[in-house]
């Protein structure tokens, strides 16, 4: 299934009964998790290279990019939300998976429409499934989000744009320990920040080829169905992303923190 899984974690927990009525095999789209850099960051945090890790944070934040603006993109019935259900559980789902079985304790989450209220008026230097756009159509879900997650594990903080009026797009990952850090591009490749035996500031970036992590997933999925295999994408295993969007869509509207 791609992502988003559903509009609703209700819903997704609705995919996997009937998984385990049918027996089938089911996998969710976070092809992220398939990416060599997300193992090899998971993999520092374990081994100690940041030490005792604090806090995540990323943020997806692009000038003017509203995708498909009046048409299902933009409305909540269809789309089950905005920029935090299309780009935002990408990012999310990843932290939660390099921290490794993090639990969920409380949630504080604002979301904003604000800046094609008037679509007819909306500039754009870009929009992705432009061919679904419709002027006329509805415009009722987030452009921005801005939150703050704890776990039992670190926080995390984050912000995510389709829009916005500042011209520096960034798309990143960071993990902040008290030993080291780490900053992963998304899609690509990471930098790690930590000190030397010696105890000088050592910067390292770690440059390798890249395989294609939709392929990756792909082959994983054709695995499980052929032997059995429990990926990284089984329904299980992304439920608690799931239930993390309820949450924070709770929060923004409620305007308060939630607990989980």
Same mark, same amino acid.
């Given at each position: 299934c791609e992502k988003p899984d559903a509009m609703t974690a209700v819903q997704v927990e609705e995919m996997k009964a009937a998984r385990d009525r049918s027996g089938k095999t089911l996998l969710v789209m976070r092809n992220n998790r398939f990416l060599?850099?997300?193992?090899?960051?998971?993999?520092? =945090?374990?081994?100690?290279?940041?030490?005792?890790? *604090?806090?995540?944070?990323? /943020? @997806?934040?692009?000038?003017? /990019?509203?995708? !498909?603006?009046?048409?299902?993109?933009?409305?909540?019935?269809?789309? !089950?939300?905005?920029?935090?259900? +299309? @780009? /935002?559980?990408?990012?999310?789902?990843? =932290?939660? *998976?390099?921290?490794?079985?993090?639990?969920?304790?409380?949630?504080?989450?604002?979301? *904003?429409?604000?800046?094609a209220k008037d679509m007819k008026a909306y500039k754009y230097n870009f929009m992705w499934a432009e061919e679904t756009k419709d002027l006329?159509?509805?415009? +009722?879900? +987030?452009? *921005?989000?801005?939150?703050?997650?704890?776990? +039992?594990?670190?926080?995390?903080?984050f912000n995510g744009a389709w829009a916005q009026n500042i011209a520096q797009d960034e798309m990143f990952i960071d993990f902040l320990g008290d030993k080291g850090g780490a900053r992963l591009s998304y899609g690509g490749h990471f930098t790690y920040y930590g000190t030397s035996e010696e105890g000088e500031l050592v910067t390292v970036n770690y440059n390798y080829n890249i395989p294609d992590h939709m392929l990756c997933e792909d082959r994983a999925f054709l695995d499980a169905i052929e032997n059995g295999t429990h990926t990284k994408t089984h329904i299980e295993n992304i439920l608690e992303s799931a239930k993390l969007l309820d949450a924070l869509y709770q929060s923004a509207e409620k305007k308060e923190e939630i607990k989980l």
């Amino acid at each position: 299934c791609e992502k988003p899984d559903a509009m609703t974690a209700v819903q997704v927990e609705e995919m996997k009964a009937a998984r385990d009525r049918s027996g089938k095999t089911l996998l969710v789209m976070r092809n992220n998790r398939f990416l060599d850099a997300s193992d090899v960051v998971r993999s520092l =945090i374990k081994e100690g290279k940041t030490g005792e890790l *604090y806090t995540g944070r990323c /943020g @997806w934040i692009r000038r003017r /990019g509203i995708p !498909g603006a009046g048409g299902w993109f933009t409305t909540k019935a269809q789309s !089950g939300g905005g920029v935090l259900i +299309d @780009w /935002g559980v990408h990012f999310l789902d990843l =932290i939660l *998976y390099i921290l490794g079985g993090a639990k969920l304790k409380t949630v504080t989450c604002d979301a *904003y429409s604000e800046m094609a209220k008037d679509m007819k008026a909306y500039k754009y230097n870009f929009m992705w499934a432009e061919e679904t756009k419709d002027l006329n159509g509805t415009n +009722d879900v +987030d452009d *921005y989000i801005a939150g703050h997650i704890r776990t +039992d594990k670190a926080s995390i903080s984050f912000n995510g744009a389709w829009a916005q009026n500042i011209a520096q797009d960034e798309m990143f990952i960071d993990f902040l320990g008290d030993k080291g850090g780490a900053r992963l591009s998304y899609g690509g490749h990471f930098t790690y920040y930590g000190t030397s035996e010696e105890g000088e500031l050592v910067t390292v970036n770690y440059n390798y080829n890249i395989p294609d992590h939709m392929l990756c997933e792909d082959r994983a999925f054709l695995d499980a169905i052929e032997n059995g295999t429990h990926t990284k994408t089984h329904i299980e295993n992304i439920l608690e992303s799931a239930k993390l969007l309820d949450a924070l869509y709770q929060s923004a509207e409620k305007k308060e923190e939630i607990k989980l």
